[in-house]
């Protein structure tokens, strides 16, 4: 009876013995499995916070007797000689006022409005927008286009009169800024998206720096100026504050190459971000939550990322709505603005661009348009 119990037990054991053997096999042999799988649930769930938790401007409704900061240092272009200073009348408000600006969606496409801010730490309200972009997207065609408006663009804010583009978020914000863009080149949109310039500097820490070519002005800019050390003239591996400063650059020439500047920091991001370990996926998406704001829901969000990485970045065309060939730099009572010479004429070529040609400008375009010949 003994030796049956005793050989009872040692095939117990031994098949114990076995499954422990198989189990612990399994899990050298796909232990990459389980910490990818491990990995994978981690930044899903970290996905599902951000996206979840996406969250608009903290809304401080429309101030048009708010004081603007100082701006930091000129553009050249404003200071350059020649530039004809013109005295003008108060704008006509009332005449342009509530005008009807009959929006027709472009097919095909979805616009949204991508803001930049700088050093939003006390607050949004007085805030310029440094950056002021439309994100065309085509998920028919496979069309991704940025255009990018430059911010001393003389366009008419409803409630204040001619301003710079730049002034509508001061005054107002992403709403305000939204309504100008759409009003001024009948260009509708269906989302803003504001990012504090803060978090492009810390994105750009997490993913190792990005390559730039920088030319002596800008490194010298960059170091004398701003006072951030370490650039050169050539190649370089812009650390966050670097890159960040690099994006702010304008005195050397112009905000044209400012805006230049800017889509390069985003491009050199986004393809260093292509290639880094998805464990620094988490910090990475953390940090666009903390310093991005939108009014779009978390089904929007995943339905444009969706279109974006299928249609890849590298496709993205960038376009400059206004420039020395169609605006014209004009002080008008002592501010500088870039007016555009034919703002009609511009707003179609660029849906043509885009492939649209049955386009029919709208009665607010046509008269900002007349008005702005006047200038």
């Not at 037990?9 to 499995?33: D, M, P, T």
């Not at 799988?37 to 938790?53: D, G, K, Y």
């Not at 309504?179 to 949109?189: G, L, R, S, Y």
Request: aromatic share 8%; hydrophobic share 35%; net charge negative.
């Amino acid at each position: 009876m003994s030796d049956k119990r005793s050989e009872g037990r040692r095939r117990r054991e031994e098949l114990v013995h076995r499954r422990e053997a198989s189990s612990g096999g399994f899990i050298k042999r796909h232990k990459g499995l389980v910490i990818a799988l491990a990995v994978i649930l981690v930044l899903c769930a970290a996905i599902v916070f951000v996206m979840t938790r996406s969250k608009p401007e903290p809304n401080t409704g429309y101030d048009f007797d708010i004081t603007l900061e100082p701006e930091e240092g000129e553009d050249p272009a404003q200071t350059e000689e020649g530039i004809e200073d013109i005295t003008a009348a108060e704008d006509p408000i009332d005449e342009l006022e509530g005008l009807d600006s009959d929006l027709t969606k472009d097919k095909g496409y979805t616009h949204y409005l991508l803001l930049g801010l700088d050093g939003v730490e006390s607050g949004f309200k007085g805030k310029r927008s440094d950056a002021i972009m439309i994100l065309s997207v085509n998920e028919d065609d496979g069309r991704l286009v940025i255009t990018s408006i430059p911010r001393d663009t003389y366009v008419y804010i409803e409630g204040k009169g001619y301003d710079k583009i730049t002034h509508a978020y001061a005054y107002g914000q992403a709403k305000l800024t939204m309504e100008t863009v759409e009003n001024n080149f009948d260009i509708d949109i269906a989302h803003y998206f504001t990012i504090n310039f803060d978090g492009m500097e810390d994105l750009v820490d997490l993913v190792g720096g990005i390559p730039m070519t920088l030319t002596q002005a800008e490194s010298d800019n960059i170091r004398d100026f701003f006072g951030v050390p370490g650039t050169h003239a050539g190649e370089n591996n812009l650390t966050g504050i670097q890159a960040l400063t690099f994006c702010r650059v304008r005195m050397i020439d112009s905000d044209f190459q400012r805006t230049e500047r800017q889509y390069k920091v985003l491009m050199a991001l986004y393809e260093k971000a292509k290639n880094v370990s998805v464990s620094t996926y988490p910090s990475m998406l953390k940090t666009i939550y903390d310093y991005m704001y939108t009014d779009a829901s978390l089904a929007d969000c995943i339905s444009l990322a969706t279109d974006i990485m299928g249609m890849g970045l590298d496709s993205m065309e960038n376009v400059l709505l206004f420039s020395n060939e169609n605006g014209t730099g004009k002080k008008i009572n002592g501010t500088y603005y870039l007016v555009p010479d034919d703002l009609e004429a511009t707003i179609v070529e660029w849906r043509e661009n885009l492939g649209i040609s049955n386009y029919e400008p709208s009665v607010s375009l046509k008269t900002y348009s007349d008005y702005l010949k006047t200038r």
